[in-house]
């Protein structure tokens, strides 16, 4: 089988450890990526340094960097926070040789206008930029930018250095199946991929945020196709490295290299799993309800032949002549 680079999202090695040592657990469990949280690069800032993080990344062998998730970047009023967590991002890409700044859509009760997202999203596009980092949008089923297609066309119609990052929870939860999937993310918008598993429904009693928060299967242990979801992924010209978010009480409370261990060894079976098979994605994909239209992309439809009047078929020959009042089921059929 294939060697394939995997990337600890912040989530799958967050914990009460020191970052260095949490680093090493994530180098030791065989990531070669890891994504950094803005609680992390806070703290690492106030205390030891960017400049220190760096050391521990390359001593690590870590060579995948992304850095997230920003919020509110879209804001026109300036506030402490907002500008502290811009700030350290974007200081941190430059330090950290970053290769992604990750950011969420609005998901207040107002709503932002997409026009003044897109305003602001070219800005920060061109600072990650500035200091060698692709900026990636990651659609979440509760913000504005609900599903996996309408994120892609809005990263599509911005800034070149915009890219769209592929959560399988969120995709799936959002209404997203492998077929829309497939016809409705724009191959040179797709910049960064997830895997994680989960039921076939949301749990009763959770929202689909709490979900995100803490019911993520390891991969392969769910409802899903996520082979079937990588070969979707890998057809729209996505190869590595393959994020790994993984969430759930029961991996909280295992030691932290223990829970990386199995977590990349699950990865790397769905990946296997997904190398070995040669036929093309299943075309649909396990889901709850979604929170908006289970596909939101504008397929092509292939032109319809014009009618042909029923005097003229039956003229031909082709159906039977009507001679009498027509039956019900014509009637609701072709009224």
Do not use: C
Request: overall charge negative; proline content about 7%.
């Amino acid at each position: 089988m294939e060697e394939h680079d995997l990337l600890a999202t912040s989530w799958t090695w967050a914990g009460p450890e020191p970052v260095r040592e949490r680093i090493r657990a994530v180098a030791d469990a065989g990531f070669a990526g890891i994504a950094l949280a803005l609680d992390d690069l806070h703290e690492v800032r106030a205390t030891t340094g960017l400049a220190d993080l760096r050391r521990m990344l390359d001593d690590a062998g870590v060579v995948w960097v992304q850095l997230g998730t920003l919020g509110d970047w879209w804001s026109t009023t300036s506030r402490s926070d907002q500008d502290a967590d811009r700030g350290v991002v974007l200081e941190a890409a430059a330090t950290l040789r970053a290769w992604q700044v990750v950011v969420r859509a609005d998901d207040s009760a107002h709503g932002v206008p997409l026009a003044v997202m897109a305003e602001a999203w070219e800005r920060l596009a061109v600072q990650a930029e500035g200091v060698g980092a692709r900026l990636v949008l990651e659609p979440e089923p509760w913000s504005n930018l609900a599903t996996v297609e309408r994120a892609s066309r809005f990263v599509a119609a911005g800034h070149p250095n915009g890219g769209l990052l592929l959560d399988a929870m969120h995709a799936l939860r959002g209404g997203s199946t492998l077929a829309s999937i497939a016809q409705g993310v724009a191959p040179a918008a797709l910049a960064a991929v997830e895997l994680t598993d989960g039921l076939l429904h949301t749990p009763n009693g959770m929202t689909l945020a709490d979900e995100s928060r803490d019911g993520r299967y390891l991969p392969g242990t769910g409802a899903w196709d996520l082979p079937g979801f990588v070969r979707t992924a890998r057809g729209l010209g996505f190869d590595e490295p393959w994020g790994v978010e993984v969430r759930t009480p029961a991996l909280r409370a295992m030691p932290l290299r223990d829970a990386l261990r199995i977590a990349a060894a699950a990865t790397r079976a769905v990946l296997d799993a997904a190398d070995a098979h040669g036929g093309p994605p299943a075309p649909v994909m396990p889901t709850s309800a979604a929170p908006t239209s289970a596909v939101d992309f504008e397929a092509s439809r292939p032109p319809v032949a014009p009618v042909t009047p029923l005097a003229a078929l039956a003229a031909d020959g082709i159906v039977p002549r009507r001679t009498g009042p027509a039956s019900s089921a014509y009637r609701d059929g072709h009224d």
